[in-house]
T-cell receptor, first 117, second 114 residues
């Protein structure tokens, strides 16, 4: 079956530090990969996505590259801010042989990020 | 557009009670899903629907029912609440098709079963 594994948290950083959150996946075929962010008390928002191997998703200074050879989609940001404090989820959306997805996401367990001034 | 809306925001139930969590979207999305979020476990899929009249089970369907009579609405029914169903519930919707499949989430319903 499909699965997503994220690095264990929580992660605590000082402002302007470099961030990496590791994500690896297991899936058949060629899934789409996503990073979602959840701010305190809110629902999930899409942060970035990649739909095929070697694609790089980017948004708000965050980046992640779809690495098929290592089945990874690590999230990075060069300089974090206090406002980046949130829970980050890696997720995949599988596709069948006909290229159809079914709106079914498989999530990692989430990584809590806290950024101090 | 209101996006994905969920009601209620908070609910407390006693064991054995039933209730319906409401979910609606105004983006004409084909796919709708229900997830539950528990600490340290990420989000897990309960049920999903690929269109009106079509539903299927996800990873953790026991104790929940769904129906989809319209494109817009996808209610989740708890038949007989149990403490193990204490969780935060999220509804999501998305388009069909490669490259358009990011899901849009509602704000969530926090359910406590005593």
């Amino acid at each position: 079956g499909n699965s997503v594994t994220q690095m264990e948290g929580p992660v605590t950083l000082s402002e302007e530090a470099f961030l990496t959150i590791n994500c690896t996946y297991t899936a058949t075929g060629y899934p789409s990969l996503f990073w979602y962010v959840q701010y305190p008390g809110e629902g999930l928002q899409l942060l970035l996505k990649a739909t095929k191997a070697d694609d790089k998703g980017s948004n708000k200074g965050f980046e992640a590259t779809y690495r098929k050879e290592t089945t990874s989609f690590h999230l990075e940001k060069g300089s974090v801010q206090v406002s980046d404090s949130a829970v980050y989820f890696c997720a995949l959306s599988p596709y069948n042989a006909g290229g159809t997805s079914y709106g079914k996401l498989t999530f990692g367990q989430g990584t809590i990020l806290t950024v101090h001034p | 557009n209101a996006g994905v809306t969920q009601t209620p925001k908070f609910q407390v139930l006693k064991t054995g009670q039933s209730m319906t969590l409401q979910c609606a979207q105004d983006m004409n999305h084909e796919y709708m899903s229900w997830y539950r979020q528990d600490p340290g476990m990420g989000l897990r899929l309960i049920h999903y629907s690929v269109g009106a009249g079509i539903t299927d089970q996800g990873e953790v369907p026991n104790g929940y029912n769904v129906s989809r009579s319209t494109t817009e609405d996808f209610p989740l029914r708890l038949l007989s609440a149990a403490p193990s169903q204490t969780s935060v519930y999220f509804c999501a919707s998305s388009y069909h098709g490669t490259g358009r499949d990011e899901q849009y989430f509602g704000p969530g319903t926090r359910l406590t079963v005593t």
